[in-house]
């Protein structure tokens, strides 16, 4: 069974860094795209980042709220993506899920999506930026 579990999540302050861990298990993460989404309190799901396969060239993909700041990248031989956030602000607080589909791309209005579905989400993991 395709499982992705998040990892990485915790308090930080204004301005610092954390960086989340998408690790899977049942399948090969690189045989997906893989995005990152997050859910603030009383908001929708939005994606921030996607990457394509290493097929479809790896290419990135960025939220312009997160762009310059996030960096995602795989680490195909620990089948684990990551989120890399620096420069955090309190708008960032939020859970953040990492999900498994085909086709990174983003919408008219650079939101990061899935063009053809998703296959596995994580159970997500908290990021509280807060001083």
């Known amino acids: 069974q395709l499982q992705l579990v998040e990892s990485g999540g915790g308090l930080v302050q204004p301005g610092g860094s954390l960086r989340l861990s998408c690790a899977a298990s049942?399948?090969?993460?690189?045989?997906?795209?893989i995005g990152w989404f997050r859910q603030a309190p009383g908001k929708e799901r939005e994606g921030i980042s996607c990457?394509?396969?290493?097929?479809?060239?790896?290419?990135?993909n960025y939220a312009n709220s997160v762009k310059g700041r996030f960096t995602i990248s795989r680490d195909n031989a620990k089948n684990t993506v990551y989120l890399q956030m620096n420069s955090l602000k309190p708008e960032d607080t939020a859970v953040y899920y990492c999900?498994?589909?085909?086709?990174?791309?983003?919408?008219?209005?650079?939101?990061?999506?899935?063009?053809?579905?998703?296959?596995?989400w994580g159970k997500g993991t908290l990021v509280t930026v807060s001083s």
């Open positions: 999900a498994a589909g085909w086709g990174c791309t983003v919408t008219t209005d650079a939101r990061p999506i899935f063009r053809s579905g998703v296959n596995s």
């Open positions: 049942g399948f090969t993460l690189d045989s997906y795209a």
């Open positions: 990457i394509s396969s290493s097929g479809g060239g790896g290419v990135t």
